[in-house]
Nanobody
Framework: QVQLEESGGGLVQAGGSLRLSCAAS????????RAWYRQAPGKERELVAF??????TYLDSVKGRFTMSRDDAKNTFSLQLSSLKPEDTAVYSC??????????????WGQGTQVTVSS
């Protein structure tokens, strides 16, 4: 159906930056919305950024530091992480709600990528 492949995680010092990317492939008619989630050890998964049409919303703790973007020509979307803090350490996962003629509208997830911020 649809595959989401993430890239860009890693280890960075506090104050540094990383860029995460999510590439969608497969039987895609349209991507309805896109999102980034994160889950830190021992914590519940939280929604970091959500893009629906021309509107993007962010988790309060990342506003002004993280920026979500998309490239429709390549079916990719990204999350720029700046001014990183140790509390941003988590596994980040992308999600897309995709419409395809064969399956209707369905959520697809990336495999997750580790972001570790050292103090």
């Amino acid at each position: 159906q649809v595959q989401l492949e993430e890239s860009g995680g890693g280890l960075v010092q506090a104050g540094g930056s990383l860029r995460l990317s999510c590439a969608a492939s497969g039987s895609i008619t349209i991507i309805n919305n896109r999102a980034w989630y994160r889950q830190a050890p021992g914590k519940e998964r939280e929604l970091v950024a959500f893009m629906n049409g021309g509107r993007t919303t962010y988790l309060d703790s990342v506003k002004g530091r993280f920026t979500m973007s998309r490239d429709d020509a390549k079916n990719t979307f990204s999350l720029q992480l700046s001014s990183l803090k140790p509390e941003d350490t988590a596994v980040y996962s992308c999600k897309a709600n995709v419409y395809g003629y064969a399956y209707g509208s369905k959520d697809f997830w990336g495999q997750g990528t580790q972001v570790t911020v050292s103090s």
